[in-house]
T-cell receptor, first 114, second 112 residues
């Protein structure tokens, strides 16, 4: 049983560009959350998708947007990249048990903005 | 919103010793407290969790305690081994269960 898979593993972009990160949830999971982890810090919640809709959003600007597909996979899009967007982006999925707090994380996409 | 503080930021112990990591949270409505272990180049892995209606939970060498009144919870690792070396994160979850708020992390180093 594959866990949460993310692609690509590493990405280098320049300021002002746009980026799309992808995530496939663990089998049987229908909820996908995205987190940003800056170097040496704990992950910070970006948003969560359930039934193809954004269910909750953290304190991130509108440059960060997402999408969930009918097969529960998800994309994170970041527009107008800033140097400060350099971080590890983590995708997490969870069971459809109503609570959805028990998260399983992927290995992340390391984004470097130059 | 919720704020989670974690201490210490680094912890070095000798193999076989115990390690304790402490966290405090601010939102009394938080009701679920997971702990994650993150190894280099990997995503966080859930190692143990506790709900607000329980005071203590144990799983082999790992235990977690929760004091709702004081709004703090702790991770205890006994008989530490070199493979326990990693960064550990505590987190708290709101009532809706939609968002984890993480602590700043503790880098645990277990010396052989």
């Amino acid at each position: 049983d594959a866990g949460v898979t993310q692609s690509p593993t590493h990405l280098i972009k320049t300021r002002g560009q746009q980026v799309t990160l992808r995530c496939s949830p663990k089998s049987g999971h229908d909820t996908v959350s995205w987190y940003q982890q800056a170097l040496g810090q704990g992950p910070q919640f970006i948003f969560q998708y359930y039934e193809e809709e954004e269910r909750q959003r953290g304190n991130f600007p509108d440059r960060f947007s997402g999408h969930q597909f009918p097969n529960y996979s998800s994309e994170l899009n970041v527009n107008a990249l800033l140097l400060g967007d350099s971080a590890l982006y983590l995708c997490a999925s969870s069971f459809p048990d109503g609570g959805s707090e028990k998260l399983f994380f992927g290995s992340g996409t390391q984004l470097s903005v130059l | 919103g919720e704020n989670v503080e974690q201490h210490p930021s680094t912890l070095s112990v000798q193999e076989g010793d115990s390690a304790v990591i402490k966290c405090t949270y601010s939102d009394s409505a938080s009701n679920y407290f997971p702990w994650y272990k993150q190894e280099l180049g990997k995503g966080p892995q859930l190692i143990i969790d506790i709900r607000s209606n329980v005071g203590e939970k144990k799983d082999q060498r790992i235990a977690v305690t929760l004091n709702k009144t004081a709004k703090h919870f702790s991770l205890h690792i006994t008989e530490t081994q070199p493979e326990d070396s990693a960064v550990y994160f505590c987190a708290a979850v709101n009532n809706a269960g939609n968002m984890l708020t993480f602590g700043g992390g503790t880098r645990l180093m277990v010396k052989p």
